[in-house]
């Protein structure tokens, strides 16, 4: 492993041990019109050893348990207000060229939409109506 500058702007996110049968991918630029660095489950993206900004970020799930679970967070920007994380949607600052400043991400199991219990009342077959 190499020695970590301080400062330095790059990441990793490895969920390998904590969720399997779900990969994270993400990338990232250093710079406006940079290619995107691209990494998942534990791989480092972002500059090392050239302090070059990570100015957008974009990730997205796949594998087996993907329909699992959903992406929530925040990025922000300097000078940017928050930005909600969407899966698969790259996220820059306005004019692409801000440094990335704060990272809040979040894995959550999907909502189930369960439907609620059937209720006699439902049925217009069985109900009945009674009028004075």
Known sequence: MEDEIPGEPHFSVDLADFLPGLVLAYSCRSGKGAEPDVGTNGHFVGTR???KPITSVAFSLSGERAADF?????V?????PPLAILSAKELTGP?????LV???????PTATQASPPASPWSDM????????
Do not use: C
């Not at 959903?70 to 925040?74: M, Y």
């Not at 004019?95 to 440094?99: F, K, L, M, V």
């Not at 077959?125 to 009028?131: A, D, L, Y």
């Open 76 to 80: 922000v920007f300097a000078a940017s």
């Open 125 to 132: 077959s069985r109900t009945q109506v009674f009028k004075d």
């Open 49 to 51: 050893r050239q302090a």
């Open 102 to 108: 704060a990272l809040n991400l979040e894995i959550r």
């Open 70 to 74: 959903e992406l929530v967070g925040q």
């Open 95 to 99: 004019t692409g060229a801000e440094p």
